[in-house]
Each structure stands twice: as structure tokens, then as C-alpha cells.
């Protein structure tokens, strides 16, 4: 599989001389689901921000189909072909849902009709919700806005900072369901999540980061499976889990 994006040895912060990244390494191939996990403060949003040229890199690479992407900001990685879809502050409050779907084909509003029938598709509800502001709607209904948006521009790959946050469980399995439809369609996406146990479950890679650096990857199924990853990263819930399998 050829590599879509990746990182090489990156060290990135936002305060001069206090680096959150100290070295991170990755790869995300075309078509993959590749997740982020650890520990808070670990620099997993960093990490995603660094390579969406939203934090400055100070040693390190980025690259996009082996093309060097360092210091690219994100308005014109969106033209290259990649989505990003932040933590917070992923909508536009007071506009609609289809006024949202069309800041995300800014660059290029002749492609809004075909692309809003296709990111629709994927998400019936914004169809329904397109003349409804997007303040008005719940946390789960926000973020298939946001998603939508990051797919436009028809991009090859997606980036999801904590995608689950804030949400209810059961709005947290539409977002993960809708997550793995994104990547059936043909896009690969790079998450960083908080809920490590569930990411883990739909990627088909993973990296934990700890201190700023890679300290375990492997398939999401080995990292669940990991002694060391589930005494230190997954907690208690995967505990139990692991005990109850065994019983």
C-alpha cells in the first residue's frame, strides 16, 4: 500500500522552546483508517494540527504522496485533497446546514450541486436539516455537519480531532458507523479520539503517543489486545473486557 501521508520525525510546539512534539513518526496509506491514541497531553491534537499546517513544525517532515507538505497551510491542503475537522468550533452556528456544506467548497462553488447530492448520501439527515441553522442542531446532528463539510472538496483523505467528544454514547456509534461509511467511499482518515477502546475497534492501524513521541503502534486489533496498551491507555473498561473474554 503506498503511503498517502506521513510524518517524519516531527517536532512541533506552540510556545518557543517547549516542544509537545519531540519526534513523532506516521503513515497513513490510501484507502486506511489509521487512529491516535494517549494519554492527555501526550500531543495527539498537535500532532493532527502540525500536519494540517496549523502549528509550526520546527524539525521534521511532513509529506503528502511523498511531496513535502511542511509549512503548507490548510486552505491550500484542502485543495490538495485533504479534510480537517477540529475538535471544536466545527460549524458555523448561525448559518445553515447547506450554508455550511458550502464553506467547504469555497474554493471551488461550481462543484457545490454534485457534491452536496454525494455528501448527503452519506448523510440523509442534512438533506432533511439542509434550511436549519446549524446552532439549532444537537451535538451528534453537529458533527455530521462538520464531516460533511470536510467532504466537498471531494478530498483522499480526513482529518478527525476527537470526533466523539462532548457527544452521548449513542451519538458516539452513529459518529464511529459514519466514520468507517466515509472510508468505504474511498477516503482515508487519520482520528485522534479520546474513547481509545472504540477508535481502536475501526481502525486498521493505530499509534500511541505518549510525551510527545510514538511509544507502541501495531493493528488496532493488536494494540487492543496489548498487555502494556491496556494497563496504561485503555483503563479500566478494557480490563474487564479483557477479563470477562477470558472467564
Given at each position: 500500500m503506498s503511503a498517502l501521508l506521513e510524518a517524519d520525525a516531527v517536532v512541533a510546539g506552540y510556545v518557543p522552546g517547549v516542544d509537545i512534539l519531540t519526534g513523532c513518526d506516521l503513515t497513513l496509506g490510501e484507502?486506511?483508517?489509521?487512529?491516535?491514541?494517549?494519554?492527555n497531553g501526550a500531543g495527539k491534537s498537535t500532532l493532527l494540527k502540525a500536519m494540517f499546517g496549523l502549528v509550526d513544525i520546527r524539525s521534521g517532515e511532513t509529506r503528502l504522496r511523498g511531496e513535502p507538505i511542511t509549512g503548507v497551510k490548510g486552505h491550500e491542503l484542502v485543495?490538495?485533497?485533504?479534510?480537517?475537522?477540529?475538535q471544536v468550533d466545527n460549524v458555523f452556528p448561525s448559518l445553515t446546514v447547506a450554508e455550511n456544506l458550502a464553506m467547504g467548497a469555497f474554493l471551488r462553488p461550481s462543484v457545490f450541486d454534485d457534491r452536496f447530492e454525494v455528501v448527503t448520501e452519506l448523510f440523509p439527515l442534512l438533506r432533511e436539516r439542509r434550511s436549519q441553522r446549524a446552532g439549532s442542531l444537537s451535538g451528534g446532528e453537529r458533527q455530521m455537519v462538520a464531516l460533511g463539510r470536510a467532504l466537498m472538496m471531494d478530498p483522499s483523505v480526513v482529518l478527525l480531532?476527537?470526533?466523539?467528544?462532548?457527544?452521548?454514547?449513542?451519538?458516539?456509534?452513529e459518529v464511529f458507523r459514519r466514520i468507517t461509511h466515509i472510508n468505504e467511499a474511498g477516503v482515508?482518515?487519520?482520528?485522534?479520539e479520546q474513547n481509545a477502546r472504540r477508535c481502536l475497534e475501526i481502525v486498521d492501524r493505530g499509534y500511541v503517543l505518549d510525551q510527545g513521541a510514538n511509544a507502541y503502534t501495531g493493528?488496532?486489533?493488536?494494540?487492543l489486545d496489548d498487555p502494556k496498551v491496556i494497563e496504561l491507555y485503555l483503563g479500566t473498561l478494557a480490563r474487564s473486557r479483557i477479563r470477562t473474554e477470558n472467564d
Open positions: 484507502g486506511e483508517v489509521v487512529g491516535i491514541i494517549g494519554p485543495g490538495r485533497g485533504v479534510g480537517y475537522v477540529p480531532d476527537e470526533p466523539s467528544a462532548g457527544l452521548s454514547p449513542a451519538n458516539q456509534g482515508a482518515i487519520l482520528i485522534v493493528t488496532g486489533a493488536e494494540l
